[in-house]
Every structure is written in structure tokens, then in C-alpha cells.
């Protein structure tokens, strides 16, 4: 895909709206950085290896560490019970009697869910007790598809709430009914959003230690906030929040939001701490985090729209239902009542209806993924529009058009409560026709067509929200309720300026970015209002809660920094400058207020020629001779902002919101072309305009682009974590979870517009998710226009589209194919295959019912013993991929009918997971006098091993049970199965064929 070349913008005077280089970025490149591993830890410090549920709904029947203890070097073992005694259950943002603990106490409820934690000397040592910890679980049945378990025979998670939705609320705006009873058309759709992620490079970090004598905890976390969780954290451990000391790394390896889903293991590993009487760290592997970190959440829309002939949209109906997990994990629902105040979206709908359920199920819960609430809500109003275009046959952009906020109109009052605050969204949509060639793409696409390709094009258009309203999730309790509660609203952002006796310059603010740059914008915006070289203004973006200026309101997530931090960067940097004003005018003879800064000299007034002084003698001043200041002057240039824009009010009893400050506009579209064989979406062109109010660093406003770009990519076309009907997790690698690569992300056309925000200080507004939000639904739009069709589900892989197409998938080979889903419904497996044996029948048939024989025969096996007739307890290791766990089995034959057949079951449970498997086995003389032996096998595995292994696991189950066979002829004194012989006689060949070669 091409890019189009972009005139360059003027340069500008100052430094904001420059686009200069990240200076995090050298030490990041030389390997310098300092992230959460990386950070000092104290004498004496031990390493945390955490246990996780194998099963996604299960009773805990008992822990028992004993043997886990005796490994050398583990210390403790901390447990439910341990947790029960010494902490509470997280705070639920709904009013429901469900216990959500750092670690299970007494019932499971996804696969990943913490069941213990075993501290050692080293991680080795503690993952080798894992095993050894042995936990007796009582099944359950699971409820793992989200409409599943909002009906009334679903399994219930939580008995105490007596059903798995937890939240239901109606909401009215305007005269729906009214709107939809007048409308020509009525235009519905029923979507589904799945569940994915973000997968940054680093995953969790802590590191906790715990003060006998003050009862505190001190814990280092690559946390990203909101820091309301502080309070969460504190209540959970039942200390008062200044006995909870929460320190962030100055680097973090990415986060996307998924680095709020830190906080109950900085609990879990504060207890550990506790109970090992010593500092724990904790670093989580990728396969942990995959499994049981966090993720977006998944949702089930069915949207109904009012419409005229003309395909002005007067009116929406919305019924969603939210999939938020296990548990309603702080802060959800705010993937719901984040962007409640928009769902109209970038129109100018006047009347809504809104029915909001969330339903718990059997999979890790959900948090806070980049563009939190809002992919799921431009993936139903998006494919919306773009269906009552093909409905009415009308052009998708005239839709969109007819229908967006007009420019007179701002600020604008959505329905639901938000305020629209600057935009020109018609003349947006024009520049982005104009300069990204989309009458190009039109006719790229009328001449695919005319050779009978499939060629489409699609657009979006959104809104993009930043900075939070603190207020917006209490929308999920009824007006009756907050009025109880007391109101909670705003948005406050911190910083601090200092300058020291030599005149440099020092920012802190309580931002905890993960790569965005905000060090490098925080030096711009301080060098602008103090007339200094950037240079020398150094930024610190670490966080120490017992020592630094911050809110419940501070971290790093729904895009804040620019709106908000370098807002409150600029407030802060006034009041000093203001300050400095005042000591250097009476040297200079001028009012303050005539008093410039500039080129690192403070100067009588605006003219360059007038009198001047350095700013190091101005600022030494304060420090070196007090007591020549003026009077009213303080000393000491320190200053720390607070601010919080009066527009963030608390929800009103009519349930309106402004649930965010800002709002962004985003106008994506796209050509794509499908591959009519293999079912591949190529992306020809894509084009995305982004109006985020004043630009404050087109450099990394481009990168964030680029990278809400890339991750809306992925979700549109790779990503889906994938359950089981048992609540398996079959998407636990990279290899099964894919996302994007630089090979797979084409490079967008960017472009830009800035219309200032009137609420922000400098008039910026936040950038950083709206890809997220637009990408996939674009080119989901884009694919519905190239095949014809509305029943479009992401992601797009090229099996779905396939499907859509109506191209059947290839029959599996011979002899191998999927198994009927096995107990519980996981992951199943199923093939034949045959061994020829050098005895006759009845020498085979009583071979395999001797102990001896099946432990030599058994792969991984290390000790087997008779537990009744033809019943055995095995201890077996298993491994698929990179995992391996040690199961205790139990082994039975039955079926026997001697010398001709027989069944060889077993059953094992492991800290990694379950295992079932059953082989038939039948006999049959040859001539020869020996004996081929056929076998059929059925496998399920759960747990971490499915996990990881779900692409690998046909073929790995298909190897352990060859080896079984393989093993009994070589005791027997040869053979081997067909496969076997198969796989040597191709690789003879081919090494027959190389070695031929000069």
C-alpha cells in the first residue's frame, strides 16, 4: 500500500507544536532504560511463582502445601486462608454480594485464577513446588458465552448475587418511542465485539515488602493508574492509604491500558511479603499474562436505528450486554459508562434508548484495553450506518454526512450528557476525501469489480474522548442511589515545576507513561512559558505516593496527558514565571506584568533590545539572597498546579454525563481487496484523519497514530482469546494469539486538523486511542462492502471470511481429525493409526496387563502402582511446546475381551491442568504369526497446557499415544506404527535427494 506524500507544516516559532524526538529515546536504545526488573532490590529478597486454577469453575475442597514446603529453598506458601485472615475483598462497583479476592478462597471461577503463591530463594525453586501443591477442586459446570449466562438456568458464578447479571439499567433521552413510531424505515443490526487484548512487551512487575513495626506496605509496581485504585489496593489490605506506599519505574515497557490489571497482585504479593517476613518480587511470564492478566471486554450489541427516507438517522435503540468476566473487577463497568455520554457518536441524533447489562462468565476479567468502551460502541453504531446505507441504497458517506453534528452547533450537547467541545466534522470529512485520493479508491474499486473481484470500501466516523470525568462509572447506579453514595465527579491532574540556585529547571508529573513521550512534551511545554532551551528542563514521571503530588484521578490512561497533565505542566510554569516576573522587575525598572522570557534571559519587555538579565541570576536569586526579594515573596521556586475543569460534573438525576472533557475527531476509510481463494484481507489503502485540538508534537501524535493504528489492525483482522465450551483458554501464545508484526501493518495516510479545545489550558485534547476505536469497524465496513454482506464478525481471519465467502474448508487428513467435544467441552482430540507387533495376539493382549509392562510402555512415566484390578495411580509427566506438568494419573483397562480388544483410559490433574484420554485397542493375527495392532484415542487437556499448546496439541497427543504402542513393540521386539514408518521413509528420501547434490 502506497503512502501519499503530505505537505510539510510550517515550523513553528516556540516549542510546542514542534515535532522533536523523544529524549527518552536514547537511553531506551542503548538498553539503559529502567523498568520494573530492572529496579534495585533490597538484602534478602525472594521470588514469588504464582499457582493458577487449571479448571474455570470449581469449588476449592482443600490446599495442601506440605509437600511444597520441603522443596529446598521455598520459604513459604501463601494461601486462601492466609488472604481470608489478613485482607478483604476488592470493592465491587455495583451494589452485589459477590467477593472479589487477590487470591481464590474458596471457589475458582476462570482458568489462570490465583489459588496459591509459593516464595523461594529463586523463581526456579518456587515453580518447582508448584506441582507440589496439591489442591482438591469439586467441578463445577462453567458458563462461558455471555448470552448463555445471562439466562435464568445458567450456572451462577456467585450464589449470593443468584444470577450472573449483575447490573441491568434503561436508560430514556429525548422521545424514542415518538421518534421510531414516526420513522420511514426501521434499520437494526445484532453484532458482536469479541474478547482481545493488549499485549505489551513487558508484562507485571512487583516488588512488596511489609514493615512489622508500622504495619505499612512498601510496593514498587509498573502500575499505570488510575490512582482511585490506590484506595482499592489499601482497603484490600485493611491499612490506612498512607501505610501503603505505591512506587512506579521511570520506564515501562507499554501497557495500553492493561497495566491497570497490576493491582490485585500488588496486594497478593504485599501478603506474600508479609507472610515470608522478607521483600517478594514477582515478574510475570508471558504466558501468565496472556491467560489471566487481563482484556478487553467482549459484548453483544443489537442496535436499531429510526430513519428517514433520506437516511437521516432520528432516533437509536441500543441493548447491549457486556462480558465483563469472572468478577467485576475495579473499575469496571467503565468499559460501558466511559463513552455512555456518546453513543450518538459523531451525529446529531436527538433521541436514545439504552438498555446496559453486565454478565458475568467463566473467563479472566475484564480492565481497561486502549479505547476502552469505545470499539465496542463504533462497532455496532459504525456497521449501523453503514448497513442503513446498503438498506435504503444510498452511498455509506452521504449517510454519514447527512448525519454528523454541523460545525455551528459547538460546543454540542449529546442526548446522553456529553459535551461535544470544537470540531467541524463536515469539513474534516472533506479534507480527508480531498488529500487522501478517496475518489482513487473509488475507482480502484468500480475496476476490480468489472473483473469479478472483491474489492471494498469503508468508512468511520468518531468522536474521540480523553480525560476521564472520575464521575461517569457511578452512571451505573440509579439516581437513588448516588444521591446516598454522594456525587463524584472531575478530573484533577498534578505537576510540579522547580528551579534550582544554578537556574535548571525540573518538572515532575504524576502521569506514569508508557512510551508516549511525555517527558520530552513536558520539557517543551516548561521551555515555552521560562523562556529556556529545552535542553535544560529534566522531567521525572516517576510516581512515590508518600512523597510526590498526586489524585485518585492521576496515572496514565484515557488519553489525559495532553488535555490535562501538560495543561497542568503549563500552570505550574506560569506560577513560577509569574514569580520570577516579580523578583526581576524591580532590577529592571518595569511592572511585572511588562516582563518577558526568552533565549534563557528575562527581559524588560518585549522589544530583544531592552534591558536584560540571565534567568540562572533571576532564579539564583530566590535561593542565594533571600532577603533581597520583594516582600510577598516566598523563596524557594516550587510550585505544584491542581487542576480540574468545572465541565466534568457528576451525573445528573436525569442520568446525563459528560463522561469525558474532550472529544476528538476521527474520520477514517479504507480500501481492501479479498483474496477470493484464500479468504486474506489486503489493506490497499488506509486513510485516517485525526482532529485532536492543538497538536503539541506532530512527531508523537503521528506515533500514536501509527500505534492505535497497528492494535485496531490486529483486532479487526488476528485477534479473538478464544474459550472452550469448559472455559479453557486455548489462546495462551503467541503462536495462537496473534497480533501484527511490521509486516503486516501497512502504513496509514495520516492527516490532521486542529480545532482548540475551549476547556483545556493549552487546547489540546487527547489522541492516543482513536484508531482503536475506528480501525476495526473501517475495514469491517469495508469487507461488508466488498462481499455484499451485513453478518460480519470479528476478526477477520481468513477461515471467517472464508465462511462468508462460502468456501468450504478442506477435509483433515486421513486418520486425523477433530474428536466430539469431550467432557466438559474442551479441548478435544481424536485419531487412528496401527503398529505391527512381532507376537502372536494373545502374547500382546496379556503383555499390556502387566505393571511392569505399562510403566515401561507409558511416556513420562515415573512410578506406577496396582490400585485395584486392572487399576493403576501413575505419576506421569506430560509436556506440550515449552510446558511440561507432572499429573497424578489414574490408569484403568476394561473392555476386555482376550485376546482381540481392550480400552486403555486414564485421567490426571496437575497445577498445570486436566487430562483425559481413552484408547481402543484391537488385536488381529497375521500370517506371519505376529500382530497389527489398531488403536483409536480420544484426548481433551485443560488448563495452562491447552493453553499454550492448543495449536500443537493434535499432533502432540498424537506422538504421546504412538510412543505408548511404539514402546510395546519394542518390548515385544519391534515394530512401529504406519505414521512412524511413513515419517522415516520421507525423511530417507529426503536425505537421500540432499546428499545427491554437489
Not at 770 to 799: K, Y
Request: net charge negative; proline share 7%; hydrophobic share 40%.
Amino acid at each position: 500500500m502506497e503512502a501519499l506524500e503530505q505537505p510539510a507544516a510550517a515550523a513553528p516559532q516556540g516549542e510546542v507544536g514542534r515535532s522533536r524526538e523523544r529524549v527518552e529515546d536514547d537511553a531506551l536504545l542503548r538498553g539503559a532504560g529502567r523498568y520494573g526488573d530492572d529496579l534495585a532490590v533490597p538484602p534478602g529478597t525472594l521470588h514469588a511463582a504464582v499457582l493458577r486454577s487449571p479448571h474455570a469453575h470449581a469449588d476449592i475442597r482443600s490446599v495442601d502445601v506440605t509437600r511444597a514446603l520441603a522443596v529446598s529453598g521455598v520459604h513459604t506458601v501463601l494461601t486462601g486462608e492466609d488472604v481470608r485472615n489478613w485482607a478483604a475483598p476488592f470493592p465491587v462497583g455495583v451494589r452485589e454480594p459477590m467477593e472479589h479476592w487477590c487470591l481464590a478462597v474458596d471457589r475458582v471461577r476462570y482458568v489462570g485464577e490465583p489459588v496459591a503463591v509459593v516464595v523461594a530463594e529463586d523463581r526456579y525453586a518456587a515453580e518447582d513446588a508448584l506441582g507440589l501443591v496439591d489442591v482438591d477442586y469439586g467441578l463445577l459446570s462453567p458458563a462461558v458465552d455471555a448470552e448463555a449466562a445471562a439466562a435464568p438456568e445458567a450456572a451462577v458464578l456467585h450464589e449470593g448475587v443468584g444470577s450472573n447479571v449483575v447490573s441491568e439499567r434503561h436508560f430514556h433521552y429525548g422521545e424514542p418511542e415518538d421518534a421510531f413510531a414516526a420513522a420511514d424505515h426501521h434499520v437494526s443490526l445484532k453484532v458482536r465485539y469479541p474478547r482481545n487484548s493488549c499485549t505489551p512487551i513487558e508484562c507485571y512487575v512487583v516488588l512488596a515488602s511489609y514493615d512489622v513495626a508500622a504495619g505499612a506496605y512498601d510496593v514498587s509496581a509498573n502500575f499505570q493508574g488510575p490512582f482511585a485504585l490506590h484506595s482499592v489496593m489499601a482497603r484490600a489490605l485493611q491499612v490506612p492509604a498512607p501505610r501503603l506506599r505505591l512506587r512506579t519505574p521511570a520506564d515501562s515497557g507499554g501497557s495500553f491500558g492493561i497495566k491497570q490489571g497490576v493491582f490485585p497482585y500488588v496486594v497478593l504479593m504485599a501478603l506474600a511479603a508479609r507472610k515470608a517476613g522478607a521483600p517478594v518480587k514477582w515478574v510475570e511470564d508471558r504466558l501468565e499474562h496472556l491467560q489471566a492478566a487481563s482484556s478487553a471486554t467482549n459484548r453483544v450489541s443489537t442496535i436499531e436505528a429510526a430513519v428517514t427516507a433520506e437516511g437521516r438517522v432520528t432516533a437509536l435503540r441500543y441493548d447491549q450486554l457486556d462480558d465483563c468476566g469472572a468478577y467485576l473487577r475495579a473499575p469496571e463497568p467503565a468499559t460501558f459508562y466511559r463513552m455512555h455520554g456518546t453513543l450518538t457518536g459523531a451525529y446529531d441524533i436527538r433521541h436514545l434508548a439504552v438498555r446496559n447489562r453486565v454478565v458475568l462468565t467463566n473467563k479472566t476479567p475484564t480492565g481497561l484495553n486502549r479505547g476502552f468502551g469505545g470499539p465496542q460502541v463504533y462497532y455496532a453504531l459504525e456497521r449501523l450506518m453503514q448497513h442503513i446505507a446498503a438498506t435504503l441504497g444510498l452511498d455509506p458517506l452521504t449517510v454519514i454526512r447527512r448525519n454528523l453534528v454541523p460545525p455551528e452547533a459547538f460546543p454540542y450537547r449529546a442526548p446522553a450528557g456529553s459535551l461535544l467541545d470544537s470540531g467541524d466534522y463536515p469539513a474534516a470529512v472533506e479534507l480527508a476525501e480531498r488529500d487522501g485520493g478517496l475518489a482513487e479508491l473509488r475507482e480502484r474499486r468500480d475496476a476490480a469489480r468489472r473483473e469479478g473481484r472483491y474489492y471494498g470500501i469503508g468508512f468511520c466516523a468518531a468522536v474521540e474522548p480523553s480525560i476521564s470525568n472520575m464521575g461517569y462509572i457511578t452512571t451505573v447506579m440509579t439516581p437513588e442511589e448516588r444521591r446516598k453514595a454522594g456525587p463524584k465527579n472531575g478530573a484533577v491532574s498534578t505537576a510540579t515545576v522547580s528551579v534550582d540556585p544554578l537556574g535548571a529547571v525540573s518538572v515532575h508529573v504524576s502521569s506514569t507513561p508508557q512510551g508516549q513521550g511525555h517527558r520530552t512534551v513536558a520539557a517543551q511545554v516548561v521551555a515555552d512559558v521560562l523562556g529556556v532551551p529545552f535542553e535544560s528542563v529534566t522531567v521525572n514521571v516517576e510516581l512515590d505516593t508518600q512523597k510526590d503530588a498526586w489524585s485518585i484521578a492521576s496515572g496514565n490512561y484515557s488519553s489525559r496527558f495532553s488535555g490535562a497533565v501538560a495543561g497542568a505542566v503549563h500552570k505550574a510554569a506560569t506560577r513560577v514565571r509569574d514569580r520570577l516576573a516579580g523578583i526581576a522587575a524591580g532590577p529592571l525598572g518595569v511592572a511585572p506584568e511588562t516582563v518577558r522570557f526568552a533565549g534563557g534571559r528575562v527581559h524588560a519587555g518585549a522589544d530583544d533590545g531592552s534591558a536584560s538579565m540571565s534567568f540562572h541570576r533571576v532564579a539564583g536569586a530566590v535561593h542565594w539572597a533571600p532577603g533581597t526579594l520583594p516582600e510577598g515573596e516566598p523563596g524557594g521556586l516550587r510550585e505544584t498546579a491542581f487542576w480540574t475543569p468545572p465541565e466534568l460534573a457528576a451525573p445528573d438525576e436525569g442520568d446525563h454525563i459528560n463522561s469525558s472533557l474532550c472529544y476528538g475527531f476521527v474520520f477514517d476509510y479504507c480500501g481492501v481487496e479479498i483474496d477470493p481463494v484464500t479468504g486474506a484481507v489486503r489493506i490497499d489503502r488506509y486513510v485516517t484523519l485525526h482532529d485532536p485540538g492543538r497538536i503539541l508534537n506532530p512527531q508523537l501524535v503521528d506515533g500514536q497514530v501509527r500505534g492505535g493504528f497497528a492494535q485496531g489492525l490486529g483486532a479487526a483482522l488476528m485477534e479473538e482469546f478464544a474459550y472452550g465450551d469448559d472455559g479453557s483458554f486455548l489462546a495462551g501464545t503467541l503462536a495462537d494469539y496473534l497480533i501484527p508484526t511490521s509486516m503486516e501493518v501497512p502504513e496509514p495516510v495520516i492527516l490532521h486538523m486542529e480545532t482548540p479545545s475551549p476547556f483545556t489550558p493549552l487546547g489540546a485534547k487527547g489522541v492516543g486511542e482513536g484508531n482503536n476505536m475506528s480501525t476495526p469497524v473501517c475495514i469491517a465496513n469495508a469487507v461488508a462492502d466488498a462481499l455484499g454482506r451485513a453478518d460480519i464478525e470479528l476478526p477477520l481471519t481468513p477461515a471467517r471470511v472464508r465462511g462468508v465467502i462460502g468456501i468450504d474448508e478442506p477435509e483433515p487428513p486421513a486418520g486425523l481429525e477433530p474428536a466430539a467435544a469431550p467432557r466438559g467441552g474442551g479441548s478435544g482430540l481424536r485419531a487412528s493409526d496401527s503398529v505391527t507387533m512381532p507376537a502372536p495376539p494373545e502374547t500382546v493382549f496379556h503383555r499390556m496387563l502387566e505393571p511392569a509392562t505399562l510403566a515401561a510402555i507409558i511416556p513420562g512415566c515415573h512410578e506406577l502402582e496396582a490400585t485395584g484390578e486392572n487399576a493403576y495411580r501413575a505419576d506421569v509427566t506430560v509436556g506440550v511446546g515449552m510446558i511440561r506438568a507432572r499429573y497424578e494419573a489414574r490408569i484403568t483397562l476394561s473392555e476386555l475381551d482376550p485376546p482381540h480388544s481392550l480400552r486403555l483410559s486414564g485421567v490426571g490433574e496437575s497445577a498445570m491442568g486436566s487430562a483425559e484420554g481413552s484408547a481402543r485397542v484391537r488385536l488381529t493375527a497375521l500370517d506371519d504369526g505376529g500382530t497389527r495392532l489398531d488403536y483409536d484415542y480420544e484426548a481433551a487437556v485443560g488448563g495452562k497446557v491447552a493453553a499454550v499448546g492448543a495449536r500443537m496439541l493434535q499432533g502432540a497427543a498424537r506422538v504421546i499415544i504412538g510412543q505408548i504402542f511404539t514402546r510395546l513393540a519394542a518390548e515385544l521386539g519391534g515394530g512401529q506404527p504406519s505414521w512412524w514408518r511413513r515419517l522415516a521413509d520421507r525423511l530417507r528420501g529426503l536425505v537421500g535427494r540432499g546428499g545427491g547434490r554437489s
